[in-house]
């Protein structure tokens, strides 16, 4: 089945600083992908939609400026939080949508903590 | 735009006891329908999905879901349920034909005890 991964699986870091969150299709080439932040015992929020070559669409009340994401390979998807800040902890999850079914296949999740 | 509402936050139950999970959803528009679950510090897994066809959807480790367009709902049913089971489930729409962005719902945490 189609798997896709994400590294690192925790990461911890300290306010003020950067930290780059990868997303990769280990066995099928995604077009899009999709960028999601998940809050304690809430559900997951669209952030952004990653789309190969061009620039990703973010949803509104996302801040293009401070998660900043490249979608540079047909299987790779980079999330970076720049300047991180306590509010930014959370669990971010990304999708990628296969290209023959159009199902969104999810990666195992970053769980980033800023102290 | 759509929104999903789960109404249970939480539902606990016994090994073997059925159990059933509700979504109901809003749009203005038709939508394909999806049950995903979620194990701790994991990503989602989809358990089924409706898209057109049969109302009635059968999806993986034994779950089905019915589709009711009049009361815009795609509730998850089991019949006996494991301790493996026990996780948070997502239900989730997209606009069909749209961008593709699925609309979750808060999700629902189903304890099975023993």
């Not at chain 1, 669409?57 to 801040?63: H, K, P």
């Not at chain 2, 057109?52 to 034994?62: A, F, Q, R, Y």
């Not at chain 2, 009361?71 to 948070?88: C, G, W, Y």
Request: charged content about 15%; hydrophobic content about 35%; overall charge neutral.
């Amino acid at each position: 089945g189609a798997v896709v991964s994400q590294h690192p699986s925790r990461v911890i870091c300290k306010s003020g600083t950067s930290v780059k969150i990868e997303c990769r299709s280990l066995d099928f080439q995604a077009t899009t992908m999709f960028w999601y932040r998940q809050f304690p015992k809430q559900s997951l929020m669209l952030m952004a939609t990653s789309n190969e070559g061009s620039k990703a669409t973010y949803e509104q009340g996302v801040e293009k400026d401070k998660f900043l994401i490249n979608h540079a390979s047909l299987t790779l998807s980079t999330l970076t939080v720049t300047s991180a800040h306590p509010e930014d902890s959370s669990f971010y999850i990304c999708s990628a949508r296969h290209p023959l079914s159009y199902e969104q296949y999810f990666g195992p999740g970053t769980r980033l903590t800023v102290t | 735009a759509q929104s999903v509402t789960q109404l249970d936050s939480q539902v606990p139950v016994f090994e073997e006891a059925p159990v059933e999970l509700r979504c109901n959803y809003s749009s203005s528009v038709s939508v394909y329908l999806f049950w995903y679950v979620q194990y701790p510090n994991q990503g989602l897994q989809l358990l089924l999905k409706y898209l057109s066809g049969s109302t009635l959807v059968k999806g993986i480790n034994g779950f089905e879901a019915e589709f009711n367009k009049s009361q815009t709902s795609f509730h998850l049913r089991k019949p006996s349920v494991h301790i493996s089971d026990t996780a948070e489930y997502f239900c989730a729409v997209s606009e069909q034909g749209g961008s593709e962005k699925l609309v979750f719902g808060k999700g629902t945490k189903l304890t099975v005890n023993p």
